[in-house]
């Protein structure tokens, strides 16, 4: 797809960005405004990233700013935490500040000797009044000794730059800029087409024996087949290159949509090494498969396919709306849908997986308190702020949306004998509203459109499922949607072994108590998240949860226990009648005499590999 063009004539925006201090964390950034407004040039910070739905106030990681014209000290006056104001002045203003960056995340910055890593909006300030200008970029090289191999990974059109080379890049306008991350360092690169468009797989950190042919073949046969799911005629992807950047680590998962690329963050342990080959996945290889089809699906729903709230994102304020369980928990559907599309994992690996998704969603009460419109809504200050009681209060429009777009897939599938399905609905919003969204309206979606798109396509009365499943807190009947389609559903719960029903961490040496379900045997005894358990009679526990299942495991269900158990530095006491592990145990099993082949894609599509039905992503 073409970039959109600019009809203004403003001079570009420009900014040079340089790694002042490696061991410090600070980038330098140099910014130059051309033609300032005349009555004073506002610049702001902004207080969110598209993806993030949380206000994270990037502008506090500024550590000192100042601005200068005509080779004169400026003043700027701050309006607000994330605003300043220069006074009207005569020919260029210069504004140069220091950004901290020591964010090892994928949603701000981070930089030191190993690699440097930025969003735009963690440190290109917005020129006010100038965002649909062309913005240029002038990424430096880091002098120091550590960076000397140091390459640039970025989606960014390159202006006077090589490829992966330092220098300038440029963007259409301000909102391209932020929407393409930017990693430096002396990464692993690796590029494969994926229908005619070329995609380079980046992976920073040390990851011996990286195969980073194994990984390139997989990620094209998940791509290609998303491309193909999306324009079945042209096979057109929408963009005109992409960008997978992953910082593998000890520890960590997480990634974030962009419209050309992806920031991903992952265990060095799930990426696949040459020593693996001729193997099956494992299953931390396919969990990042999973993360990867998850992003590169958002490149259509909700780069392109948008709330009418995000056309254009306010990046100062909070942006509601309801319709977060479409955008993520659609995404969450389709992810390891395509992996099954795709032939990354078979249909038995899929079951496996839902009924895993299926009971982490069964396991809180918070479903039966909040909506997934709810959630949508309240992500800003609920599931992006998630506290101890988070099970017993919210539920996850990811996990529970992606069971809602089964839940919908397999009732349309069935009131229409297989002629229709979600993935007719998907085709019908991004014809709609996201092919053309950046070269020609940028027109979202809203509630209504949905509703009433939905009951087009389908050709039924969706309003009670609605008002049940997405404005309601009921359960969606999986297993009454699944029976017709040969998959067994069973609930399998361990009644009959000891729990305390909650949650257990680790604190050091010590088990925690990290959350405490309503109802439950700690619950009622009066034990509370942060609670540090001492002794089961008279028993010492620790931060081993074999030593706590081993203790518990010598008593039967409603036996009474003393607890001891450190809260805060007050030493207390707990009677606990144990009760049956509530945990769900769902599994999924097919019937191969029942199973009815009506999982194919409707329309007529291009012949792949049959899709199985998809389970929740929980980031």
């Known amino acids: 797809m073409k970039k959109k063009k600019t009809t203004s004539q403003a001079p570009a925006i420009a900014y040079a960005i340089a790694a002042k201090d490696l061991a410090a964390h600070l980038f330098q950034v140099t910014l130059t405004v051309q033609a300032p407004a005349a009555d004073g040039q506002v610049l702001a910070l902004p207080a969110w990233i598209p993806g993030s739905y949380m206000i994270r106030e990037f502008s506090r990681n500024i550590v000192q700013i100042r601005a200068e014209a005509d080779g004169r000290a400026v003043p700027l006056t701050k309006l607000d935490k994330h605003s300043w104001q220069a006074p009207p002045v005569t020919g260029p203003l210069v504004v140069v500040y220091d950004v901290y960056a020591w964010d090892l995340s994928v949603r701000a910055a981070h930089l030191d000797q190993t690699h440097g ?4 909006t963690s440190v290109f300030l917005r020129v006010l009044g100038q965002e649909d200008v062309p913005h240029v970029v002038d990424i430096r090289q880091p002098e120091h000794e550590a960076a000397r191999a140091w390459r640039v990974a970025t989606a960014l059109p390159e202006l006077k730059a090589r490829r992966y080379g330092f220098g300038t890049y440029v963007a259409a306008d301000y909102d391209e800029l932020i929407d393409s991350p930017v990693e430096m360092g002396d990464f692993a690169l690796a590029t494969f087409t994926a229908h005619g468009v070329p995609h380079d797989v980046v992976v920073t ?4 024996n990286l195969d980073l042919e194994r990984l390139c073949a997989d990620l094209k046969a998940i791509c290609e087949t998303q491309v193909a799911f999306f324009e079945p005629k042209t096979k057109q992807a929408p963009m005109d290159r992409y960008v997978f950047m992953t910082l593998a ?15 991903l963050i992952c265990a060095r342990a799930d990426l696949p090494t040459t020593a693996q080959r001729g193997k099956d996945r494992s299953e931390g290889y396919v969990k990042f498969l999973g993360l990867c089809s998850h992003e590169y699906f958002h490149t259509w729903n909700v780069k392109r396919i948008k709330p009418a709230v995000f056309a254009p994102y306010d990046l100062q304020v909070e942006n509601y709306t309801p319709l977060l369980w479409l955008f993520e928990g659609f995404t969450s559907y389709y992810d390891d849908l395509f992996l099954v599309r795709s032939g990354m994992i078979t249909e038995q690996q899929y079951y496996k997986m839902l009924g895993k998704a299926v009971g982490g969603v069964l396991r809180g009460a918070g479903r039966t308190r909040q909506s997934v419109a709810d959630s949508s809504f309240d992500a800003w200050g609920k599931y992006y702020r998630q506290d101890e009681n988070a099970p017993n209060a919210i539920v996850s429009y990811y996990a529970k949306g992606s069971l809602i777009g089964l839940a919908l897939d397999l009732t349309i599938r069935t009131k229409t004998a297989g002629k229709r399905s979600l993935d007719d609905i998907m085709l019908a919003l ?5 092919r053309d969204f950046y070269p020609d309206g940028r027109r979202g979606v809203t509630p209504g459109d949905v509703e009433a798109l939905f009951d087009e396509i389908s050709g039924m009365k969706l309003k009670p499922f609605f008002e049940k499943y997405i404005r309601g807190t009921e359960d969606v009947p999986l297993a009454k949607l699944l029976a017709p389609f040969g998959v067994k559903y069973t609930d399998e719960r361990k009644g009959d072994k000891p729990s305390l029903d909650a949650n257990i961490g680790r604190e050091g040496a010590d088990c925690k108590l990290s959350a405490v379900h ?24 620790t931060g081993n949860p074999s030593n706590l299942e081993g203790l518990l495991g010598r008593y039967k269900v409603g036996d009474t226990v003393q607890v001891h158990a450190f809260r805060r530095d007050e030493l207390m006491t707990f009677a606990v009648q144990l009760q049956g592990d509530r945990v769900p145990g769902i599994t999924l099993a097919i019937d191969t005499a029942r199973k009815l082949d009506v999982v194919r894609p409707t329309m007529a599509r291009p012949t792949m590999p049959r899709p199985a039905l998809p389970r929740a992503r929980g980031g």
Request: no cysteine.
């Open 249 to 263: 680590v000890g520890d960590g998962y997480g990634g974030l949509e962009h419209r050309a690329s992806t920031a």
């Open 518 to 541: 309503e109802g439950g045997a700690a619950h009622r005894a009066g034990l509370s998240a942060g609670d540090l358990l001492v002794a089961i009679d008279g028993l010492r526990v």
């Open 205 to 208: 950190g040390r990851v011996p």
């Open 430 to 434: 991004w014809q709609r509203y996201g």
């Open 117 to 120: 890593f930025f969003n735009g």
